[in-house]
């Protein structure tokens, strides 16, 4: 009985090896400017606790990375009624089309009644899709009934090549974070922002460097941070080139609290030896922020959802 169960377990491991190396290798085919590897697809999607996969994720050389959520994320509501693709390649003539389908109908099997394309936390590769560079998967989403919800910006900067002079306000305190403010700090996060914010601000502050977060305070009350990480891989919240999160406290905006945080992120990065930076996600309005101190829109990336 017991070698029964192994060699069941040894042919699902296989099956499951085989259908990664069949999504990598369809990815790397078509992302050419996004290629990625095992070991991203395990920890984005693959095996990811907060991911339950949809039974159908090919179809001949197309794929598309459906799950719902597994399990509650930190403090963010359970969407029980909701799935993400995470990502998704066209395959050949209407291969994704038709393996949309399949997932729609498995959706409505298991009670779910929207899709987003595709982001998911924690876990996304990109916002949304890049239009301009994937255009299949657009068109294939359209097909399917998604509808483009809103557009997320992509902006990079050579940060060695500026200088970021520093403003004093005597009604704002900025600084790094310290060591015996770190639970009044999450505290807060938790009280305004979105549990993506906790996770990452949480990760630098077990797994990185207190230097990475910059503070503002009002009255001695934290109104708002920023903060940069690798973001990528196994080492994701030791010091890196992505910036953000980024977040002001709704009732201390227009104070130049945003400018103030940017400004000594950016030196702080530049201290730890970092010359570029870049992120993934904002929008049209703030985008003119970044703008101001070197950074240029790379990218746009089309968040699309489908209600069935």
Not at 196 to 201: G, L, S
Not at 213 to 232: P, Q
Request: hydrophobic share 40%; aromatic share 14%; net charge neutral.
């Amino acid at each position: 009985m017991k070698r029964l169960y192994f060699l069941f377990k040894l042919r699902l491991q296989f099956m499951k090896t085989a259908l990664k190396a069949q999504v990598l290798d369809s990815w790397n085919s078509y992302f050419k400017y996004d290629p990625t590897d095992f070991g991203s697809l395990d920890r984005k999607f693959f095996n990811n606790p907060f991911i339950q996969p949809v039974k159908t994720i090919t179809n001949g050389k197309a794929y598309s990375l459906m799950g719902s959520r597994a399990i509650k994320f930190l403090y963010a509501p359970f969407e029980k009624n909701v799935a993400w693709i995470l990502s998704a390649a066209p395959g050949d003539n209407d291969q994704l089309a038709n393996l949309l389908e399949k997932q729609k109908a498995e959706c409505i099997g298991r009670g779910i009644n929207k899709v987003y394309y595709s982001n998911f936390s924690p876990g996304y590769f990109f916002p949304g899709i890049d239009r301009k560079k994937y255009p299949e998967v657009f068109d294939s989403l359209r097909e399917a009934g998604f509808k483009e919800d809103s557009v997320a910006i992509a902006m990079e900067a050579e940060i060695g090549e500026h200088w970021y002079e520093e403003t004093n306000d005597n009604n704002v305190k900025i600084s790094n974070l310290k060591i015996d403010e770190s639970e009044e700090f999450l505290v807060f996060i938790e009280k305004n922002f979105p549990a993506d914010c906790f996770y990452r601000a949480s990760g630098v502050i077990n797994e990185g460097d207190l230097q990475q977060i910059t503070t503002a305070k009002v009255n001695d009350k934290f109104a708002g941070y920023a903060m940069y990480a690798a973001g990528e891989g196994p080492l994701e919240f030791a010091p890196g080139e992505r910036f953000g999160c980024f977040e002001v406290n709704e009732a201390n905006r227009s104070m130049g609290i945003g400018t103030m945080l940017l400004v000594h992120t950016l030196n702080s990065m530049k201290a730890n030896g970092i010359r570029h930076a870049y992120f993934l996600w904002t929008t049209e309005k703030a985008s003119h922020l970044y703008s101001r101190y070197g950074f240029r829109m790379t990218r746009e990336f089309s968040i699309m959802v489908l209600d069935i």
